[in-house]
Every structure is written in structure tokens, then in C-alpha cells.
């Protein structure tokens, strides 16, 4: 798997659309879909942050990687969308103000599709008060807050509390790379809920539990 991880970052990383979309496919006749998003997918988007840190990539060259793999999301999505109603139940995405990773998010919002959920992302580097405005309109069941970056935890900190005094009282995730380092406190743990794995949130959607979060485990991202 390792050798597949690195060749798909090379083909993102060249804007390589047909050849990393070919790997993508196949994967996905041999592994179902969280797998090919957890094994694969994702290690090739931190192999490809991995080599910008180390500046053997420019940020142009991490750009392009991003845009080709939205571009094949997007067409997985649209050629795997079942054909199936959709449910009363609603879950926003975003990630927190700064945060410009978003890859994440659509392969949430993908496990949601695929569960009937109606799905609104919002992007990433949303600010607080239209995020915030943007819930309180249409009340979702569920607020996915996506975080990659150690240092932006004060600042979701202050999101989740914010959200915390929505009336509706929604169910809060939180899901990045470094979600896990997130601390909760013993009053936010009937409404907010680590995510660390996609796994862990096929799991949790298995549960249907909606408004109540579910114990933390110890699966990192």
C-alpha cells in the first residue's frame, strides 16, 4: 500500500486527473469506500503536506495536488450517488476560520450522502458569526468542524462554544488531522464528539443517534 500511496501523490501532485483517477477506481473494486479514503487517499494528501514542510514541493504544486483529487471526489460522488430519498436529518460542514484544508470535509459529507442526510458544506476558513448565523437559520442536526492544524485549537474552542448556546441544540463533530488533541470537557460531552477516523464516523452513523454524542475512543485520523 505504501508504494500505491506514493504513486498517487505523484499523479496529484502532476495533475495527473486520468491516471490518479484509474488508481482511485480500481482501489475502489477492492476496498470499499472508507478504505480507499482512509488507506489511500488521505495518507497521499499528508505525503504531499509532508513534502511541502520539507520544501521539495511549492505551494502551487500542493494546490494542484488539492484541486485534482476535489476533481475526482466529485466524480466518485456523482457516479456512486444511490438513488435513494432523502431523509429529514441535516449536517453542516466547515472548517474554522483559517483553516484551509477541505478535502476532509467532502469525504464526510460523502459518508452522509450515502446515509440519505442532506448535506451542506460551507467550505473552508469560515468565520465564526456566519457560520454561526448560517445554523441558527437552518438548524442542522449535526455541525462538523474540521481541523488540521495544532495551533488552531483556541480558536475551536471558541466555535464550539459558541455553537454550544445554539437553541436547537445540535450535535457537534469535530474532525482533522489533529482532532484528537482536542480536549472536552465533562459539560460538552452530551453534545460534541471527536471524530477521529472515518471509520469511527461510519460508526457512529450506524448508531443514529442524533443530539447526543457517543464516548470518545483513542482511533487518531
Not at 38 to 61: F, H
Not at 161 to 189: C, D, F, K, M, W
Request: net charge negative; hydrophobic share 40%; charged share 25%.
Amino acid at each position: 500500500m505504501e508504494a500505491q500511496i506514493e504513486k498517487l501523490a505523484d499523479r496529484l501532485l502532476d495533475g495527473d486527473e486520468g491516471e490518479a483517477t484509474s488508481m482511485i477506481q480500481h482501489a475502489l473494486q477492492a476496498m470499499g469506500k472508507i478504505d480507499v479514503f482512509e488507506q489511500l487517499i488521505t495518507p497521499s494528501m499528508y505525503l504531499v503536506g509532508k513534502r511541502w514542510e520539507r520544501n521539495e514541493i511549492s505551494v502551487a504544486d500542493e494546490h494542484l495536488a488539492t484541486a485534482t483529487v476535489d476533481f475526482i471526489l466529485t466524480a466518485i460522488e456523482q457516479v456512486d450517488r444511490k438513488e435513494s430519498s432523502l431523509t429529514n436529518r441535516k449536517v453542516l460542514l466547515c472548517g474554522v476560520e483559517d483553516e484551509q484544508h477541505y478535502i476532509g470535509l467532502k469525504m464526510v459529507g460523502s459518508l452522509f450522502r450515502d446515509r440519505g442526510w442532506n448535506v451542506r458544506n460551507l467550505g473552508p476558513n469560515l468565520p465564526l458569526n456566519h457560520l454561526q448565523s448560517s445554523a441558527a437559520i437552518w438548524k442542522p442536526d449535526v455541525i462538523v468542524l474540521s481541523i488540521a492544524l495544532l495551533y488552531r485549537l483556541p480558536v475551536l474552542h471558541e466555535y464550539v462554544r459558541s455553537l454550544l448556546t445554539l437553541n436547537h441544540r445540535p450535535s457537534i463533530l469535530i474532525g482533522g488531522r489533529v482532532a484528537y488533541e482536542y480536549q472536552l470537557s465533562a459539560t460538552e460531552l452530551d453534545q460534541v464528539e471527536v471524530i477521529g477516523s472515518l471509520r469511527q464516523l461510519d460508526g457512529w452513523l450506524d448508531n443514529g443517534k442524533v443530539g447526543k454524542a457517543h464516548a470518545r475512543t483513542n482511533d487518531q485520523p
